[in-house]
């Protein structure tokens, strides 16, 4: 004996709700302007860049090819020597306690010199460079990162003024703050080139020559972006009908339409959170969505498996109780399987910045919706689908044979009484299920 919770007693109210989120999902994004396309939907210019002071200037004077390189505190300086040989010296950031210091020790190399700016600035504090320099063309300049004083994102904004309207976003707090800049392309000749120097001059303009790290440059043109999005769109459609035609080759048509109905309801209430909160929509998001249509997929499958099996054996039982039966059934698994993915999104969560972050936050959101469908959207659905085809059967049949051909028992929710609580007490058929097997060997 096992209590049955009657979920399907709220459907309409569920719906309802659903109907109302997914109105006020579309209303709230149009209200916000539409989707907040990235970069990869909307030609332009994304730079990350950092704005640091300088702590030194290394260079080179001789004949050989250097190679200088500052990457998981550690600075490491490679001479390609004229007759073949490597000459390697490496300093753990560590092991010295000023710039000061450590340049001291790197002056020992022939020919390299080291311009101090910044002689006392913790050695533990330069940061990685973003690429690594040939000090036989150019001169490295290493930066450190700051007391923690942190710069506004309306401060970078009005630095930029003068290049359009550029959107920028803040990553990492202020000992390593990062801004993501994006700039939309404005249909002229060698717009990447021209934006990306315009950017860095105005911006070393402002916070001193060599101060401006450019960690990471991408630039999308606008037929690339076009067809991203229209690649996208066919994809996720593409996906949703393959999705179709398998439910329907496993189960039947009623189990995938119902199924379809629930992930679309998820893609769109997902798709308007991204909207209301103006979330960057960037390929990460889409693979959020996408990864979400599956997740929902499984638990929506769990449950129609456990429906397809207990119609079977719950002959005597009508369609609604059997659903419930099949859904509490299913309930512990969809909840420990939706929590422990929440425990491992929210981790990511945290301890993530910039794109990641925002792809857990969307997984976030996406596993409490997918959960909410598969319970109260996909099997209530496939309920009214079943009992709604029974109906128009049956009323077929009366007219073409009439009433008296009419058959004993139709499995219809709407005979079923909702009286009493919101739960109550069925036999789960297991004793039925272990006797399946002996009796066709009998």
Not at 107 to 122: F, R
Not at 158 to 170: K, S, W
Not at 194 to 218: N, P, R, W
Not at 219 to 243: C, E, M, N, Q, W
């Amino acid at each position: 004996m096992k209590r049955v919770i009657n979920f399907t007693k709220i459907r309409f109210i569920m719906f309802a709700v659903s109907a109302v989120l997914i109105i006020a999902a579309i209303g709230g994004t149009f209200g916000m302007g539409g989707l907040n396309l990235g970069i990869d939907f909307q030609s332009g210019l994304s730079q990350r860049v950092q704005i640091a002071p300088v702590a030194m200037e290394v260079s080179y004077v001789g004949d050989e090819e250097v190679r200088f390189n500052i990457l998981n505190e550690e600075v490491s300086i490679d001479i390609f020597t004229n007759d073949g040989k490597t000459e390697s010296y490496n300093y753990l950031l560590a092991d010295y306690v000023s710039a000061a210091e450590l340049s001291q020790a790197m002056m020992e190399i022939p020919s390299l010199t080291v311009n101090l700016v910044a002689a006392d600035s913790p050695a533990s504090a330069l940061l990685s460079l973003a690429f690594l320099v040939d000090l036989s063309e150019d001169t490295a300049i290493v930066n450190y990162s700051g007391s923690g004083s942190g710069i506004a994102i309306e401060e970078i904004r009005n630095v930029l003024a003068g290049i359009g309207e550029p959107q920028i976003q803040i990553v990492g707090n202020d000992d390593a703050q990062e801004f993501l800049i994006r700039l939309e392309d404005d249909g002229s000749s060698n717009f990447s080139e021209t934006a990306s120097a315009k950017m860095f001059s105005l911006l070393e303009g402002e916070y001193g020559t060599g101060t401006v790290i450019v960690k990471q440059s991408d630039y999308v043109g606008p037929r690339f972006s076009s067809d991203l999005g229209k690649s996208v769109i066919f994809l996720v459609g593409l996906a949703l009908a393959l999705i179709l035609v398998y439910i329907w080759i496993r189960f039947e048509l009623a189990y995938a339409v119902s199924a379809i109905i629930a992930l679309t309801h998820d893609v769109i209430l997902l798709i308007g959170f991204i909207g209301l909160t103006q979330m960057d929509v960037v390929t990460a998001t889409v693979a959020a969505v996408l990864t979400i249509v599956g997740y929902s997929l499984n638990d929506t499958i769990v449950v129609f498996d456990r429906i397809r099996e207990n119609r079977q054996l719950m002959r005597d039982a009508d369609l609604k109780t059997i659903v419930n039966t099949s859904i509490t059934q299913s309930l512990s698994r969809t909840l420990i399987t939706s929590v422990t993915t929440l425990l491992a999104v929210t981790a990511i969560y945290v301890f993530a910045t910039g794109q990641i972050r925002d792809f857990a936050l969307a997984m976030m959101v996406g596993v409490v919706i997918g959960t909410y469908s598969s319970i109260f959207i996909a099997s209530p659905v496939l309920l009214g689908w079943i009992n709604s085809r029974r109906k128009r059967k049956l009323a077929k049949d009366n007219l073409k044979y009439g009433s008296t051909t009419a058959p004993k028992k139709v499995e219809d929710d709407s005979e079923a009484s909702d009286e009493g609580t919101s739960a109550k007490i069925v036999e789960i058929p297991s004793a039925e299920r272990k006797m399946k097997g002996k009796r066709k060997r009998k």
